[in-house]
């Protein structure tokens, strides 16, 4: 069995010191692929360079709706040109809207976010894309998007319209190891998404699934959001691992 770990951020200060061993114990799980994500314009050259140094990591390149408010003019211009210049850019993002935290002025998010889907379809990037707690905006801007874009809802904890909208646009669905929690709300939505869309994550540092809720998230830990899938799903966790690898190089346009 493969597992591809669609979205990581290993540029988070929490792999600062061990980011070597962390990567040998996801291979040593048979993680054989990884997407690394960036936050910002200077996040997306320290993840190319961990693409670049290792041969089963690619990156993205954009500006997180946390980062927003504090982007440069050129930010995104910046985000263009890594993209366009190195091809161990696989998509642009993250982006998206977040109305929880509201870290950035909510119109600033919007326009960042419109200027990102945007990009992704000049450049026939796909786009990565963080919603939280702004379904109708989130919906309202995939129906502004130009035709053709093509993206991910990321870590997807519910959401109707934006779910609605994003397969209607032949968009992936993304689950976390927040699938294998009690409270988990979107069994429903995960069953309803094509065999061909799903793609899972560990999202890590963050949101580590259990049996390690509470402790540092990292890729070693992608099959367990396997098994969380697998058992909503009611199919094998070899099932879940080559339909999610099959989906993430296709979506990411890798071989």
């Known amino acids: 069995m493969d597992f591809f770990d669609s979205h990581c951020h290993l ?4 792999f600062a010191d061990d980011l070597a061993d962390v990567l040998e114990s996801a291979r040593a799980a048979s993680v054989t692929r990884m997407v690394t994500i960036a936050s910002d314009a200077a ?4 993840a190319l360079l961990i693409a670049k140094t290792h041969e089963d990591i690619w990156s993205t390149a954009g500006v997180h709706p946390h980062a927003a408010g504090d982007a440069a003019p050129d930010a995104l211009d910046r985000v263009r040109a890594i993209a366009t210049e190195h091809a ?3 998509a642009i993002g993250e982006t998206g809207l977040d109305f929880f935290y509201d870290t950035a002025p909510r119109d600033v998010q919007r326009d960042l976010f419109d200027r990102h889907l945007a990009l992704g ?16 905006e989130v919906a ?11 993206g991910v809802l990321h870590c997807f904890t519910g959401g109707p319209l934006a779910f609605e909208r994003a397969l209607a646009a032949d968009w992936y669905v993304s689950f ?38 509470g402790k540092r998230n990292q890729p070693t830990f992608v099959p367990r959001v396997a098994e969380a ?14 339909i999610t690898t099959e989906n993430a190089c296709r979506f990411y346009g890798i071989r």
């Open 11 to 14: 540029t988070a200060d929490a």
């Open 176 to 213: 976390s190891g927040i699938a294998s929690f009690k409270n988990f709300g979107a069994i429903d939505f995960l069953r309803r998404v094509p065999e061909d869309r799903i793609l899972i994550e560990t999202d890590s540092p963050y949101l580590a699934p259990i049996p390690h809720r």
């Open 140 to 150: 309202d801007a995939l129906d502004r998007m130009p035709q053709g874009t093509r």
């Open 229 to 242: 899938v697998a058992g909503h799903l009611e199919r094998s966790v070899d099932d879940v691992a080559r």
């Open 121 to 136: 379809a000049e450049l026939g990037l796909p786009v990565v894309v963080h919603a939280r707690e702004a379904d109708v």
């Open 43 to 46: 996040d997306a050259l320290d």
């Open 88 to 90: 161990e850019v696989v």
